[in-house]
């Protein structure tokens, strides 16, 4: 019988447990490469993919661009252009030898009716003529809404009682007050009219200083005033202009007596002086 000796089965017995421990060792760090490997490669797939869509965004970007500029380039032809023979027009609210009030020139009477070539469109239009200024001017007849009839009867005792009432003078600037009042006078609205004489008048008072364009002003609003008057009330320049005067307070004659008064007493005074 042979002696079995204890130390070389053990250390056989170890040795196995060893091997196999090594082995399975091996096979873990084999799977955990692998593993490391199939991340690193999804991650380069996925770099490489966003990498993919920003060179398509910016291929897409770059042809919307290349089309942008084709369609500029395409709008630079001239397009083709359909002349309009006629204009549309509206029904005529005036005829021939009716007065009208255009706002920037005053009164005017419609001359007569006809068709104008503008531009190889065949416009109908107003012809007015302004007396007073010694010119015309056209209006074309889908645009006479700007034009308005002469105030009736009513209208003007309601002028006359504004420049009855007493003036309504703001504080402000004068330069702010005068674009105020050149914006009434435009309108071409008689009460705004009305209000611009009443608020620039003087009356009597001579001695009150007015300057230049406060003088304007009030001339211009008066004479439209005047010139509306006289063709509905059917009076002369001098009977219009006595009512209006009447209402405003002011008496033409007794500034003259005055203007002359006051040359006579300058000229005594100097007269007067001893000379040297």
């Given at each position: 019988?042979?002696k079995?000796?204890?130390k070389?089965?053990l250390?056989?017995?170890?040795k196995?447990k060893?091997?196999?421990?090594?082995?399975?060792?091996?096979?873990?760090?084999?799977?955990?490469l692998?593993?490391?490997?199939?991340?690193?490669?999804?991650?380069?797939?996925?770099?490489k993919t966003?990498k993919e869509?920003?060179?398509?965004?910016?291929?897409e970007?770059?042809?919307?661009?290349k089309?942008?500029?084709?369609v500029?380039?395409?709008?630079d032809q001239?397009?083709?252009?359909k002349?309009?023979?006629?204009?549309e027009?509206?029904?005529?609210?005036?005829?021939i030898n009716?007065?009208?009030?255009y706002?920037?020139h005053?009164?005017?009477?419609?001359k007569?009716?006809?068709k104008?070539?503008i531009?190889?469109?065949?416009?109908e239009?107003?012809?007015?003529?302004f007396?007073?200024d010694?010119?015309?001017?056209?209006?074309?007849?889908?645009?006479?809404?700007h034009l308005?009839?002469?105030?009736?009867?009513?209208?003007?005792?309601?002028?006359?009682s504004?420049?009855?009432?007493?003036?309504?003078i703001?504080?402000?600037?004068?330069?702010?007050?005068?674009?105020?009042?050149?914006?009434k006078?435009?309108?071409?609205?008689?009460?705004?009219?009305?209000?611009?004489v009443?608020?620039?008048n003087?009356g009597?008072?001579?001695?009150?200083?007015?300057s230049y364009?406060?003088?304007?002003?009030?001339?211009k609003?008066?004479?439209?005033?005047?010139s509306e008057?006289?063709i509905i009330?059917?009076?002369?320049l001098e009977?219009t202009?006595?009512?209006?005067?009447?209402?405003?307070?002011?008496n033409?004659q007794s500034?003259?007596?005055q203007i002359?008064?006051?040359?006579q007493?300058?000229?005594?005074?100097?007269?007067?002086?001893?000379i040297?």
């Amino acid at each position: 019988m042979k002696k079995i000796n204890l130390k070389n089965i053990l250390k056989k017995t170890f040795k196995t447990k060893k091997k196999l421990k090594n082995k399975t060792s091996k096979k873990k760090v084999q799977k955990k490469l692998i593993k490391k490997n199939q991340k690193k490669k999804i991650k380069v797939k996925k770099v490489k993919t966003k990498k993919e869509n920003k060179q398509k965004k910016s291929e897409e970007v770059s042809n919307t661009k290349k089309d942008n500029l084709k369609v500029v380039k395409s709008s630079d032809q001239k397009p083709e252009i359909k002349k309009i023979k006629i204009q549309e027009t509206e029904k005529k609210e005036y005829k021939i030898n009716d007065y009208v009030v255009y706002p920037k020139h005053g009164v005017g009477k419609v001359k007569e009716i006809k068709k104008v070539n503008i531009g190889g469109i065949d416009v109908e239009t107003y012809i007015l003529n302004f007396e007073k200024d010694k010119a015309s001017g056209m209006v074309p007849v889908n645009k006479q809404s700007h034009l308005r009839p002469l105030a009736s009867i009513n209208q003007l005792n309601k002028c006359i009682s504004i420049l009855k009432s007493k003036p309504k003078i703001k504080r402000s600037m004068w330069s702010r007050r005068a674009q105020e009042y050149e914006a009434k006078i435009s309108s071409g609205k008689i009460y705004d009219l009305a209000e611009v004489v009443r608020d620039l008048n003087k009356g009597d008072d001579l001695m009150v200083d007015q300057s230049y364009s406060e003088r304007q002003l009030f001339e211009k609003a008066y004479e439209r005033i005047l010139s509306e008057f006289q063709i509905i009330l059917n009076l002369s320049l001098e009977d219009t202009q006595k009512k209006l005067d009447k209402a405003l307070k002011r008496n033409l004659q007794s500034q003259n007596l005055q203007i002359v008064q006051k040359a006579q007493e300058t000229t005594t005074e100097e007269l007067a002086e001893p000379i040297e």
